[in-house]
Nanobody, 115 residues
């Protein structure tokens, strides 16, 4: 059974940092592209960042480029999202995603950025 468990969410003031973690189990972690999505109230879920299985290639949404960094530790089956210079518009539930042929989702973690 595949499980993705996010942690590290919380409340922070604008300009501050947070680091999200997603621990994966039940899958061959290094084979999966891992991503972070977010969904703000009243908005559709959007892709924030993605990293390929080897970690060699990453993708970022324009809205987070230069502020967020996605990374992974395949030995620990964990993917991270380092978020710096947070803005109130980054407030959302952040979801971890694993993608190969099938995709899997975590339960989400709330990030709230106050001005």
């Amino acid at each position: 059974q595949v499980q993705l468990v996010e942690s590290g969410g919380g409340s922070v003031q604008a300009g501050g940092p947070l680091r999200l973690s997603c621990a994966a189990s039940g899958l061959t972690f290094g084979s999966y592209a891992m991503g972070w999505y977010r969904q703000a109230p009243g908005k559709e879920r959007e892709l924030v960042a993605r990293i390929v299985g080897s970690g060699s290639t990453t993708y970022y949404a324009d809205s987070v480029k230069g502020r967020f960094t996605i990374s992974r530790d395949n030995a620990k089956n964990t993917v991270y999202l380092q978020m710096n210079s947070l803005k109130p518009e980054d407030t959302a539930i952040y979801y971890c995603n694993a993608l190969l042929i099938r995709e899997f989702w975590g339960q989400g973690t709330q990030v709230t950025v106050s001005s």
